[in-house]
């Protein structure tokens, strides 16, 4: 079954350095998503991407975030200048064109900013 | 904006026991969709429902969505300890062309053996 990649699984960071997570999404899923999820609390959307721009992004999602795809395969978040608060897990989800099949997400990074 | 809450937060149940949980959300939505996050796990896609009153089965599991496009529920007939986990409803709006989705906070259900 196909599998959306995320790497690295788990990042330490100190506060203020700059961090990018990375996501290879299913080959022909057009939508892309990050959200995050702070310990034992729900999924909170950040930004969805389709067709090489931004479509929608959240409050959490401020300047000190941003998205691309640099090369056509992968797509990464990167947090400027990171913050205690940023610490969480952070999923990419994708999905296709079709309906019916959900988003299929990533098994995730661990940032922890300390 | 958007709002979609789950009751209850936990529910513990010995196995072989029923388990429901609900959803609600604040915007009607375009379709519901359900998933379930193993502890230390990823959120993993259950199912998706899209009509009004559609009920839809999985084994032991029944997925219904409301009549007003704004509520549903998912209930376990006879868990088992492999059901242990987090099941989070999630739904754009009607009024979302993006397809974001908003989640509920979750139920987070244990079972004991």
């Known amino acids: 079954e196909p599998e959306v990649t995320q790497t690295p699984s788990h990042q330490v960071t100190q506060m203020g350095q700059e961090v990018i997570l990375r996501c290879v999404p299913i080959s022909n899923h057009l939508y892309f998503y990050w959200y995050r999820q702070i310990l034992g609390q729900k999924v909170e959307f950040l930004v969805s991407f389709y067709n090489n721009e931004i479509s929608e992004k959240s409050e959490i999602f401020d300047d000190q975030f941003s998205v691309e795809r640099p090369d056509g395969s992968n797509f990464t978040l990167k947090i400027r200048s990171t913050k205690l608060e940023d610490s969480a897990m952070y999923f990419c989800?994708?999905?296709?064109?079709?309906?019916?099949?959900?988003?299929?997400f990533g098994s995730g990074t661990r940032l922890t900013v300390v | 904006g958007q709002q979609v809450m789950q009751i209850p937060q936990y529910q513990h149940v010995q196995e072989g026991e029923d388990f429901t949980t609900y959803c609600n959300s604040s915007?009607?939505?375009?379709?519901i969709q359900w998933y379930k996050q193993r502890p230390g796990g990823h959120p993993v896609f259950l199912i998706q429902?899209?009509?009004?009153?559609e009920v839809k089965k999985q084994k032991r599991l029944t997925f219904q969505f409301g009549e007003a496009k704004k509520n549903s529920s998912l209930h376990i007939t006879a868990t088992q300890t492999t059901d242990v986990g987090t099941y989070f409803c999630a739904g754009p709006s009607i009024y979302n062309q993006g397809g974001k989705l908003i989640f509920g906070q979750g139920t987070e259900l244990s079972v004991k053996p």
């Open positions: 915007t009607t939505l375009s379709n």
């Open positions: 429902l899209v009509k009004s009153g």
């Open positions: 989800a994708t999905r296709g064109t079709r309906g019916g099949y959900g988003y299929t």
